[in-house]
């Protein structure tokens, strides 16, 4: 059990927040925007860079540390970890904006010189209590988050009126799910109000404890990590489900050029219509240096990081890629694989304190690239990935447009924690281009079938689930608008992948790009026909 140390210490907490990055087809299309072109940029930073498990891969600096004004331990400070956490209520930063004075204060402090009513008390964990915080007033603590994911919050409590209620937040608003209150009090008793899943991002930061309606005495608050710090690989991709795609946003070459940016309230509303995992497209290439050590920029990363959070925090599982890199699919040599390889090492050592539920993709539709190229590609990834994040859960995909034929072509890598994944907008014709409007024969339907029985099969032989982690039809093609797909086949070619996904036990997850491939509308915060046929398997679990 951890607790805020009753030494007042002032102490710099490192604040760094960092992130990664996703689209495609099986046939000989692919139905996003043309791919990204780089750009050359470089940074600087005064810190030191550090090597990471390959010798010919080191991580560049990171981000400027920030001061935050805290009581913690001599070293390291207050750490909320995976076991119970116990901040001490009367511990609160010492800084003049972390806590509110008390407006009628009689001058009792029996801890501290601030203007606040803390007591000793024989009654209270730590001999000492917030005897009488009134509605409205705020405390602070400067914590360090060992690993994101949901919280149990509990609050040691002794209400003195009736209608008392508080929550934490963390930056501007209050976390989600972690208010609590209680309709009665007379300040005889101390009570444990508890709030669950409430997710916390990793690494330093300032928790608030807000009194949001009536007062009493506050004992301290106690947090419980909630979640299973392993998953594995075929319980995982049962539980996914049927997820969405976040695409043409953190893909195209600049946030908003291809779809509406990601707002945190496009994650709530995936979550309220039913679905359960979310795909991140990223694409790097030109957001990071083309000389070593191939730095991706800080302000990319941090982007990054706020929308994997977002996904998260909506108790999602997150995939989260590199997406197009035509500067590696088009030109593999020597120099590009190095860059990849420090793309990747920055990604890993970025996110390897998320939630066991983040998962990585290594490369979306390797297109151009041979199977002989791809093979080692994965496993060295896989390797620069482990050295990291051990038993984080890795997707790996064959050459091209990463049809289910390619997994056939796959070398496995010997790695118990890996998900197989392929893409199909076949026939594209109909599924993409739209020279075919309508789709739904018995042929039809035993082409598609067949292709999740061949998946099927390589599951079973290897021993790896599988899931197809794009897949759609576009209501118009984007070259030529003109062609447009009948919305009856449009839903019925869904349904029949949603149908063949289940049956065989394959996550699938809908490319939902903004426009042609949409369900769903960014800006009207509304869903289209699709999402009824999409989310029907997720709702009858």
């Not at 960092?18 to 780089?38: D, I, K, Q, Y």
């Not at 203007?115 to 405390?139: K, W």
């Not at 051990?390 to 890996?418: C, F, K, M, Q």
Request: charged fraction near 20%; charge should be negative; glycine fraction near 8%.
């Amino acid at each position: 059990m951890l607790s805020l140390s009753n030494p007042l210490t002032r102490t710099a907490l490192l604040c760094g927040l960092l992130l990664t990055t996703g689209c495609g087809s099986s046939g000989s299309s692919s139905p996003e925007m043309p791919p990204p072109t780089n750009s050359s940029s470089s940074s600087s930073s005064s810190s030191s860079s550090s090597s990471i498990g390959d010798p010919d891969i080191t991580l560049p600096p990171g981000p400027t540390p920030v001061t935050l004004c805290g009581y913690t331990d001599e070293e390291s400070g207050v750490t909320i970890g995976t076991a119970v956490t116990r901040i001490e209520a009367e511990n609160f930063d010492p800084c003049d904006a972390s806590f509110s004075p008390e407006a009628d204060w009689e001058g009792q402090n029996d801890y501290r010189d601030e203007p606040v009513d803390i007591r000793a008390q024989t009654d209270g964990s730590n001999g000492y209590v917030l005897h009488h915080s009134q509605e409205n007033s705020y405390f602070e603590y400067s914590v360090q988050v060992a690993r994101s994911g949901m919280y149990e919050i509990t609050y040691q409590v002794r209400p003195e009126s009736a209608d008392i209620s508080y929550n934490v937040s963390v930056g501007e608003g209050a976390l989600t799910n972690s208010e609590v209150e209680t309709k009665s009090g007379d300040g005889s008793e101390w009570l444990q109000l508890r709030a669950s899943n409430v997710y916390l991002s990793d690494g330093p930061q300032i928790l608030r404890l807000n009194i949001t309606g009536g007062h009493g005495a506050v004992d301290y608050v106690e947090l419980v990590y909630e979640e299973e710090l392993v998953l594995y690989a075929q319980e995982t991709v049962a539980a996914m489900g049927i997820g969405i795609n976040l695409g043409n946003t953190l893909d195209a070459p600049a946030e908003g050029e291809w779809a509406t940016p990601a707002e945190k309230h496009h994650l709530e509303d995936f979550r309220e219509a039913g679905f359960t995992h979310v795909r991140i497209p990223v694409t790097w290439g030109n957001h990071m240096d083309t000389s070593a050590p191939y730095a991706v920029h800080e302000e990319r990363m941090a982007r990054v990081e706020q929308v994997v959070d977002w996904a998260l925090g909506q108790g999602f599982y997150v995939t989260l890629n590199a997406h197009h890199e035509s500067w590696l699919k088009d030109d593999y040599k020597i120099s590009t694989r190095k860059r990849f390889d420090a793309l990747w090492g920055q990604i890993a050592h970025r996110f390897q304190n998320k939630s066991a539920r983040l998962i990585f993709e290594i490369l979306n539709e390797p297109v151009g690239m041979t199977a002989e190229q791809v093979n080692p590609l994965n496993k060295r990834i896989l390797g620069i990935i482990r050295d990291s994040n051990p038993e984080r859960l890795v997707v790996i995909a064959g050459e091209d447009y990463s049809g289910a034929h390619t997994l056939e072509t796959l070398e496995v890598p010997d790695d118990v924690y890996l998900i197989g994944n392929f893409h199909s907008y076949d026939p594209w014709e109909f599924a993409g281009a739209c020279t075919r409007t309508t789709w739904g024969t018995e042929a039809d339907k035993a082409e598609l079938s067949n292709m999740y029985e061949r998946a099927s099969r390589w599951s079973t032989k290897t021993g790896i689930p599988v899931m197809i982690n794009e897949f759609g039809a576009a209501k118009f093609d984007y070259a030529k608008p003109q062609n447009k797909c009948e919305l009856a086949s449009r839903l019925k070619y869904l349904r029949y992948h949603i149908t063949e996904a289940t049956r065989h036990g394959i996550a699938a997850t809908f490319w939902d790009d903004g426009g042609s491939f949409s369900s769903y509308d960014r800006d009207q915060r509304t869903w289209g026909p699709e999402k009824d046929v999409l989310v029907t398997p997720n709702l009858s679990k």
